[in-house]
């Protein structure tokens, strides 16, 4: 992924750019198989609230998701989380507990189960999303994770997450440029999120804001003690990023005083012992992401960074009043 991103900056785009049209054209047929029913598209009994993004890479969309669920639930609903569960092997509809592992249903599903509310995984979230209904009938509204182009899914909703450091990068179509789909699908959705700072939202849907915050950090190996940026004081410390955006996460230690030593990994990274071995390093620090896969084998000096999305209350009340159920019910 590095290696294209620097493609997209750089005038080896123009070398791509007929490619990127090729996407774009096949993406704009599909969606129009999936509208005039030619691709099925399943129906579920409750309402369904997509989030996802029209960029490749990380974008802010599990801790939407996390946050997003807890809203409504506060709102008198009961939801449930599907998610396609990348980098997971798991063939079937599978349910995810506490126990399941990273390498069954995927890093993301697991911080997702956090919340406490049921989350189910699978290549086809339609399925994914039955069984969880099956499972729990008490679940009377539905969030997908990662699915705005998983058009085989009905939806009610849809919010586009935007990475606000990033934007839309280059503004070209894969692989010239980051667009999975065109800028103008912003238009189309119901609602748009801006994580982490401002990005001109004229003539498209709502915007609302989003950021992450945290200052505490978390033992892998001892879960129960916890630190601040204070305790690191004087240590050598390495920093690990394995999410779509390693930068918004090493910014963010930044802003907490941290000095370190920055080590980016792709999105998904199966970690593994060897990559947690550095010389001179005295504290390890990473994302929650990070940690699940890390577990087991992490040494006692790796901490990672508990965060939580503050997100504008307006978009769950925008939620409810587009389906119309601006009583929790």
């Given at each position: 992924m590095h290696r294209l991103e620097d493609a997209w900056r750089s005038p080896l785009r123009a070398l791509l750019l007929p490619f990127g049209l090729l996407f774009g054209l096949l993406g704009y047929v599909r969606r129009l198989f999936y509208r005039y029913g030619l691709l099925e598209s399943t129906k579920l009994p409750v309402p369904v609230v997509i989030v996802g993004n029209i960029t490749a890479g990380g974008s802010g969309k599990t801790p939407l998701v996390?946050?997003?669920?807890?809203?409504?639930?506060?709102?008198g609903l009961h939801p449930g989380?599907?998610?396609?569960?990348?980098?997971?092997?798991?063939?079937?509809?599978?349910?995810?507990?506490?126990?399941?592992?990273p390498?069954?249903?995927?890093?993301?599903p697991i911080l997702l189960r956090k919340t406490g509310f049921p989350v189910w995984v699978g290549r086809k979230r339609g399925q994914a999303a039955q069984k969880l209904l099956d499972a729990h009938p008490e679940c009377d509204i539905l969030i997908g994770d990662d699915g705005l182009q998983h058009y085989a899914l009905c939806r009610d909703f849809e919010i586009a997450v935007i990475d606000a450091?990033?934007?839309?990068?280059?503004?070209?179509l894969l692989p010239a440029g980051p667009l999975r789909e065109p800028p103008g699908r912003l238009k189309q959705v119901n609602a748009i999120v801006l994580n982490g700072g401002d990005f001109p939202t004229e003539n498209l849907a709502p915007a609302f804001g989003m950021r992450l915050s945290g200052n505490r950090f978390i033992n892998i190996d001892r879960p129960g003690i916890s630190a601040n940026a204070a305790d690191f004081s004087g240590k050598s410390i390495h920093a690990i990023a394995g999410i779509g955006n390693p930068g918004r996460f090493f910014t963010h230690l930044y802003t907490l005083g941290l000095q370190f030593t920055p080590h980016p990994f792709p999105d998904h990274h199966p970690y593994k012992a060897e990559d947690l071995e550095f010389e001179n390093c005295d504290i390890i620090l990473m994302t929650e992401k990070d940690a699940i896969k890390c577990r087991g084998f992490a040494p006692g000096k790796c901490w990672f960074l508990q965060v939580?999305?503050?997100?504008?209350?307006?978009l769950a009340e925008l939620i409810l009043k587009t389906l119309g159920m601006t009583n929790g019910s």
């Open positions: 996390m946050a997003l669920s807890k809203a409504l639930s506060e709102r989380i599907v998610s396609r569960g990348y980098g997971g092997k798991a063939s079937r509809p599978i349910s995810v507990e506490e126990s399941s592992r390498e069954d249903v995927g890093d993301e450091s990033r934007g839309l990068g280059n503004g070209l939580e999305a503050q997100v504008d209350p307006g």
